[in-house]
């Protein structure tokens, strides 16, 4: 994993794999990327991946604080990522 900045093609693609189907998991998503898309990492878009692998109902679970990832989700960049989409600030 790397702390390479994303190129603008790798971040277009990352956007378009984070649409939901859940309304609330979308103002995350969205919010996520209007505060980070432009410091974005491989490695943060590798955790964020992995989040979107989830079911709807899963993610907001976790956006939401009801549970912390486990087993294989439980890395470091899964957890920045997950801290960064929790923030409100």
């Known amino acids: 994993m790397t702390d390479t900045l994303l190129d603008e093609r790798a971040l277009s693609k990352l956007r378009w794999r984070c649409r939901r189907g859940l309304l609330e998991n979308d103002l995350f998503v969205e919010r996520f990327f209007a ?24 993610l907001l679970d976790l956006l939401l604080a009801r549970k912390e990832p486990d087993g294989d989700l439980h ?4 957890l920045e990522v997950l801290q960064l989409m929790r923030a409100r600030h």
């Open 35 to 58: 505060r980070h898309e432009s410091a974005l990492t491989v490695r943060q878009a590798e955790g964020l991946a992995l989040l979107m692998d989830l079911s709807d109902n899963d």
């Open 75 to 78: 890395r470091a960049d899964v």
